[in-house]
Structure formats: C-alpha cells, structure tokens
C-alpha cells in the first residue's frame, strides 16, 4: 500500500513537471526542456542496460576503469549508478559551435557622456584585433571613441514584424559611435563633425583629450568649422584645437563610413556620419546572407530570428538582397 502511495506521489509529480515544460516560454525553461529531451533519448528505459545491475561498490568500480579514458562517460555512469543528473551535453549532443562569436571589449567614455556609453561593446571575434589596434591609435595621440554598438542582436521572429532593410547590423558588420558625442558642444565634445578650414568634404574626428598620451604631440591645434546642432537646424562653429581625423584610422581597421558624409540637419536628422560599415570578405554576387549568418550564430537561433526568411538573399556590393 505504501509502494502504491508513493507511486502515486511520484505520478503525480511527474505530471506536474511535464506541464510546467508544456507550457514553458522563459529561455531558462526552454533549456531546460531541451536537456530533459535528451536524457530521455540517451538514458532511462529507452536503452535498457545489456548488464546486470551492479550488486556492491566493487562492481561499479569495474565498471567504471573500463571506461577510465573517457572523463565525460565515467562520470555519466557514476551518475546512473547514484541515480543523480549526470554532466552536460549528453554524448551526441555535443553543440558544433559557430567558428564566430562576440568578445566583450572596454567602451571609451569621456566624462562628458559617460553616464549614456555603453560600459563594454560586443566586437566580432575576426574584427576585434583590428579594432583594437584602431582603439591602442587613437588612445595613443590622445583622443577616445565612445561606441553605442558594434552589431545588433537577431530580431525574434512575430507574425507582425517587417525583414529589416539594412542586414549587416545582425552579422556584427556595423560600428555605431555614440550619438550625443557630437554636434552639441563643438567646443567640448569628444567627437566632432565638420570641415578643416571651413572648406572640403564633411569629416568626422575626435577631440585631443589627454596632452600627456604617448604621440599626442603629434597633433596639431588646426582651424575647423564644426557643426552644433539643436532640434531644429544645425550651424557651423570655428572652433580651433587639436582633433585627429577618425577616416585614416577607422578604415586601416575595415570600418568605412558614407563618402561624402552629409552634413546633419537637426538632433532628429544627423546624418549618418556615426554609422560605420565592415564589408571585408563579402564577395558581390557570391556571399549570402545565410553564409553569414552560421558563421556568428547556431542553427536553432537563426530559425528563431525574423531573418531566417532572408538566408539566400546575395550581397551585391553595398546590401543584401532577394535573387530575382
């Protein structure tokens, strides 16, 4: 009667978890659904044992230096044998990971805006040396590059939501500088947008900061036209200080922003001369966008993101587009 009661119990239970997985939506929960799937493919009564259960510790022993050379099988046998969750990826499980992924790396922050930069950014793992490198430059003639993202996260798939124009953000292809970095205070702003000398094409360059940086001396005051923009319009200020122009050094690392850079309008129409692009090793009329996207993220993540739809779209020099 007792064995009954606590089969009963343990039925019970066992429902209760299994309603709980049916009905689960968290990604903790998803996870866990995922794990508790495979035990049931690899262990349990689905692949009953071809030996007779061990009768003292002596046997698990034996049992156990058969397979001594396998740390990952040893220590699942030892979890059957105490009938407690065993280690994971179950064997044949093991995930094939991505040749890519994102390396966390320190943000730039002037105190002027710190509190609105991003603490880290999120670099692509083949861009990181080379940003870097652009980052070790700049921090060497004295100036800084506050980043608001290098990439965007992959948009969950809804019924209602609209393929993006724009696809290079979700392969971690696009540097976004920090916005409010410029064009408020051209005097004191530790990025700037303007023309040397109040003539030729709009460029975007970073205020000297630190005098006592390594080359800082190389840097020379210069006259520049920089723009100060409220909501409504924006206006060009002489200011005259030491800034180091951001082109040089950004494309030296595969970044490349709009040529000729617009000159803004307002706070709500900047332009896009804090938008950078890395197209390095995309091929026109050869590389997919699907090619890009196994490179950086896992089968289940692409098929969850609204741009699963857009795997076989081509690059054609400047974007991603649908083969007609």
Known sequence: ??????????????????????????????????????????????????????????????????????????????????????????????????????????????????????????????????????????????????????????????????????????????????????????TGDSLAVGQLGGAGPTTVVARQLDAAAPSAGTVVAASWSLWSCTSVLCTQVAVTDRFVDLTPILNAAGWYTASPTPSPVSTSNPGSWALWKNITGLVAGSTTFGDELEMLYSTGAIAASEVRSALDWVWNGSKFEPVS
């Open 1 to 186: 009667m007792a064995g009954d009661t606590a089969s009963t119990a343990e039925d019970r239970a066992i429902d209760a978890l299994t309603r709980i997985l049916d009905s689960a939506i968290s990604p903790d929960m998803l996870a866990a659904q995922q794990i508790i799937l495979r035990r049931l493919a690899l262990a349990g009564d689905l692949f009953p044992s071809r030996i007779p259960p061990p009768g003292n510790i002596t046997q698990i022993g034996g049992y156990i230096n058969l397979i001594a050379d396998d740390p990952v099988l040893t220590a699942q046998v030892l979890a059957s044998a105490l009938g407690v969750a065993g280690p994971n990826p179950s064997p044949g499980f093991d995930p094939v990971l991505p040749p890519l992924y994102f390396i966390d790396r320190p943000n730039d922050r002037p105190a002027s805006v710190a509190m609105s930069t991003p603490v880290t950014i999120a670099v692509r793992s083949d861009f990181a040396v080379a940003f870097g490198s652009a980052m070790s430059s700049l921090h060497d003639l004295g100036c800084s590059l506050p980043v608001l993202a290098a990439g965007r996260p992959l948009p969950p798939h809804t019924l209602s939501a609209t393929m993006p124009s724009d696809l290079l953000p979700f392969l971690g292809r696009t540097l976004e500088l920090l916005p409010i970095a410029a064009l408020v205070v051209p």
